[in-house]
């Protein structure tokens, strides 16, 4: 977590490459619960805008959530929340992430598909938001 701007705006720093494995039996115990935590940690830290960059990569495919626990997520995030949100970047998204966006994408709405941003490196994303407060796993970075 960092912040950016005058008001101190939070930047949530999301790295999916500790999310659980699938094959866990308690994958869908664990996924809800960590949903649930997530959220209640956004109601409390924003205030004002904010953004969330989503890292992808160094993720293998198994530790990606799926379309429907994403698609619960958003329909379940309280309409504040995402009103402040500014943006939400993607950091190095494969094939699969771009196309589940692309497939999407007619059935979530405009304002919210306006704010969803690819990024390709950590330069790119350098030049976009103030760093000095953002961890990058060192996975990613390698």
């Known amino acids: 977590t960092g912040y950016y701007g005058d008001g101190l705006n939070a930047i949530i720093v999301f790295a999916a490459c500790f999310l659980p494995d699938s094959s866990q039996t ?23 805008d ?19 626990w994403m698609k619960k997520c958003y329909q379940m995030i309280d309409r504040r929340l995402r009103k402040n949100l500014k ?13 589940i966006l692309a497939v999407t994408r007619p059935f979530i709405s405009s304002k919210f598909s306006n704010k969803i941003q690819y990024v390709n490196t950590l330069a790119e994303l350098r030049e ?3 760093m000095e407060y953002v961890h990058i796993p060192d996975s990613i970075v390698k």
């Open 26 to 48: 308690d994958y869908n115990y664990v996924m809800e619960n960590l949903f649930l935590y997530v959220i209640s940690t956004l109601e409390l830290m924003v205030a004002e």
């Open 50 to 68: 904010y953004m969330i960059v989503y890292l992808n990569g160094a993720t293998p495919r198994r530790r990606m959530p799926g379309l429907g």
């Open 87 to 99: 943006s939400f970047i993607i950091v190095h998204p494969s094939w699969f992430i771009r196309t």
């Open 128 to 130: 976009m938001i103030p």
